[in-house]
């Protein structure tokens, strides 16, 4: 698709006139051509908490979205005087997720990919890759106020004549809330240990794991503690 980047900055320049920046006194348009063909801009809007402004690559993202998605091909940000702007971090991760590594950005020298302005970025991809392959253990809604608390014991267990890895959530005993008992919630049985602290870990960051000789190893987040002085390392 051939860029016409005098139209784009154009219309950049255009609705930067309208931007809301009493605070910055740093007018910025942006405007974007969509994969369809249309233009979609958009101006920086402040706001006197200065930390909830919102960029002109915002407002050209919304009008995306508002005016029938697509994918953004190219973008022109211009300041004040009609100059190509570069966008700021939180700008470009929202442009990678909406135009993706070949989205065109312009700049004083030449159009640049959004790959090159947002090298090793983070997608939608690292999402499934994680989401997708790997379920995330879930902690019960009857629970979820007792989420960071207490710890999570990591131990072995048989399971017809094989052994195999089970875990319990218990209370800690610095907690002083009513509870009919001190096991909050009973794991099921995993083969592999990895599992089983996977397990803890979505509920708490101390996990500890007995191992048959009942030696105690520390599995959790962070240094060990001094009570639990060995990290757990799988034989």
Known sequence: MEIDWERLRAA??????HAYAPYSKFPVGAAALVDDGRVVVGCNVENAAYGVVLCAECGVVSS???TGGGRLVALSCVDATGEPLMPCGRCRQLLWENGGPECLIETKGRPLRMAELLPHAFGVEDLEAVVGETPLPVVPERLAAWRGRGTVFVHPDLSAGQQVWTAYWERSAGDTEAAETGVLEEGP?????AEAITWGLARTPRVVVVDASGTIF???EGDPPLEI???????
């Open 12 to 17: 950049a320049t255009e609705v930067m006139r």
């Open 64 to 66: 995306l979205h508002a």
């Open 189 to 193: 049985t995993w083969d592999d240990p």
């Open 218 to 220: 520390w599995a959790g």
């Open 229 to 235: 002085p060995i990290r757990w390392s799988p034989a």
